[in-house]
């Protein structure tokens, strides 16, 4: 099946040619309908009948879920949408209790291979378009509103490496930003290191935050857990994280996924001390103890031993938080819902009402 332009693809100026024929007003009411009010066309009352089934069919939606999961007492939702090629990615909505976030996907699979990722063991499908990206916020800050909250924040922290689809996510940004009203403050951009994108991003008008992968703090266990650090070496890779610090004075954060006897070490803790405060500031370390997947044998560190690992970085001068896993109960980690569904094939899980 070819791929077509969905509803958040189509740019304003292209919508605008799709209204032509209709009073000029129509454009900013059917834009303002979809980004601010997050609704369909068939729901702008503002509209003519005829023109809201017009556009209903004109301006499909991308996303058809295949399930949708709650769990933390419908603290966390997760969903596994299909595309219209057949392709499937995930989404996750997690209300805290100052925000609410959502968990964005960038591509379906990812080419990078970190072995202990979900996405990673699966592979790479394709690139998202714009409007797959954008769309998955909107459904999102639908769904919080109807929860009673407020979309506040989104990262890039779903399937796929949102550098490796520069074009694509940048445009979403730009659109959940000037659009949907989002603050470029609680946008961040998660990257397992792809150096030319994060030079690139240093160059772009919005100071979205970076969040770096980072994992390992030394070439050799580097190269193991993420592969792509031996084409963009620790060494090159801190260079451009200074480059973005000092084009947007704002912090970064590494995110450290902790696993039992690899990277939870005193010395792990040492090295990581020494490349967060290399930099012009030093990085914000998020700490999760690693989500086991199907195809990874290692673990997790303890809860005691990830305790002790933020320590020696705080006493090392470093920030660092232990961020709370979510949905662990429904998979929520990175690619797992997806690998769930497709070893078991079967639950269409209905959400309850509340
Ligand atoms: N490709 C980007 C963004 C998507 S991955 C990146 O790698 O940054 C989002 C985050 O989930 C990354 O920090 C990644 O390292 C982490 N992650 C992947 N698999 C994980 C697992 N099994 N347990 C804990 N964190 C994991
Ligand atoms: Fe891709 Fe990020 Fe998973 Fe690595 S951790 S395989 S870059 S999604």
């Not at 702008?44 to 004109?58: D, I």
């Not at 939870?264 to 405060?277: F, G, H, K, P, Y």
């Not at 989500?291 to 673990?299: D, F, I």
């Given at each position: 099946?070819?791929?077509?332009?969905?509803?958040?693809?189509?740019?304003?100026?292209?919508?605008?040619?799709?209204?032509?024929?209709?009073?000029?007003?129509?454009?900013?009411?059917?834009?303002?309908?979809?980004?601010?009010?997050?609704?369909?066309?068939?729901e702008?009352?503002?509209?003519?009948?005829?023109?809201?089934?017009?556009?209903?069919?004109?301006l499909?939606?991308?996303?058809?879920?295949?399930?949708?999961?709650?769990?933390?007492?419908?603290?966390?939702?997760?969903?596994?949408?299909?595309l219209?090629?057949?392709?499937?990615?995930?989404?996750?909505?997690?209300?805290?209790?100052?925000?609410?976030?959502?968990?964005?996907?960038?591509?379906?699979?990812?080419?990078?291979?970190?072995?202990?990722?979900?996405?990673?063991?699966?592979?790479?499908?394709?690139?998202?378009?714009?409007?797959?990206?954008?769309?998955?916020?909107?459904r999102?800050?639908?769904?919080?509103?109807?929860?009673?909250?407020?979309?506040?924040?989104?990262?890039?922290?779903?399937?796929?490496?949102?550098?490796?689809?520069?074009?694509?996510?940048?445009?979403a940004?730009?659109?959940?930003?000037?659009?949907?009203?989002?603050?470029?403050?609680?946008?961040?951009?998660?990257?397992?290191?792809?150096?030319?994108?994060?030079?690139?991003?240093?160059?772009?008008?919005?100071?979205?935050?970076l969040?770096?992968?980072l994992?390992?703090?030394?070439?050799?266990?580097?190269?193991?857990?993420?592969?792509?650090?031996?084409?963009?070496?620790?060494?090159?890779?801190?260079?451009?994280?200074?480059?973005?610090?000092?084009?947007?004075?704002?912090?970064?954060?590494?995110?450290w996924?902790?696993?039992?006897?690899?990277?939870?070490?005193?010395?792990?803790?040492?090295?990581?001390?020494?490349?967060?405060?290399?930099?012009?500031?030093?990085?914000?370390?998020?700490?999760?103890?690693?989500?086991?997947?199907?195809?990874?044998?290692?673990?997790?560190?303890?809860?005691g031993?990830?305790?002790?690992?933020?320590?020696?970085?705080?006493?090392?001068?470093?920030?660092?938080?232990i961020?709370?896993?979510?949905?662990?109960?429904?998979?929520?980690?990175?690619?797992?819902?997806?690998a769930?569904?497709?070893?078991?094939?079967?639950?269409?899980?209905?959400?309850?009402?509340?």
């Open positions: 099946m070819s791929r077509s332009a969905t509803r958040f693809d189509v740019t304003r100026d292209e919508l605008g040619a799709i209204l032509a024929g209709q009073p000029r007003y129509r454009l900013d009411q059917v834009w303002a309908g979809l980004y601010e009010q997050l609704a369909s066309p068939s702008l009352t503002v509209l003519p009948k005829a023109l809201r089934a017009e556009l209903e069919e004109t499909p939606l991308a996303l058809v879920p295949v399930t949708e999961q709650t769990s933390d007492k419908g603290e966390t939702v997760k969903w596994l949408w299909e219209a090629d057949g392709t499937k990615v995930e989404t996750v909505l997690m209300h805290y209790d100052e925000r609410s976030t959502v968990c964005v996907s960038s591509q379906a699979g990812c080419a990078m291979g970190c072995g202990f990722c979900a996405t990673g063991q699966a592979g790479f499908d394709r690139q998202l378009t714009i409007g797959e990206i954008v769309e998955q916020v909107v999102a800050a639908r769904r919080a509103r109807d929860d009673g909250r407020r979309l506040s924040n989104v990262v890039f922290m779903g399937m796929g490496e949102p550098l490796a689809n520069y074009d694509a996510t940048w445009a940004v730009e659109r959940m930003h000037g659009d949907i009203g989002l603050s470029a403050r609680h946008l961040t951009v998660s990257t397992v290191g792809i150096v030319p994108g994060i030079r690139r991003l240093a160059t772009e008008a919005l100071p979205v935050n969040a770096v992968s994992h390992a703090a030394d070439d050799a266990l580097r190269d193991e857990l993420v592969p792509i650090n031996r084409r963009y070496p620790l060494s090159t890779l801190m260079d451009a994280c200074a480059g973005y610090l000092q084009a947007k004075g704002r912090r970064l954060s590494f995110e996924a902790l696993i039992d006897g690899v990277n939870d070490r005193d010395q792990d803790a040492r090295l990581l001390v020494e490349r967060s405060r290399s930099l012009p500031l030093p990085a914000h370390v998020n700490l999760i103890p690693l989500n086991p997947t199907p195809g990874y044998a290692v673990r997790g560190s303890p809860p031993r990830v305790r002790e690992f933020r320590d020696r970085l705080r006493e090392g001068g470093v920030n660092a938080t961020r709370r896993t979510r949905g662990t109960e429904i998979d929520a980690a990175c690619g797992q819902l997806r769930a569904h497709e070893i078991e094939a079967s639950s269409v899980v209905v959400r309850p009402r509340r």
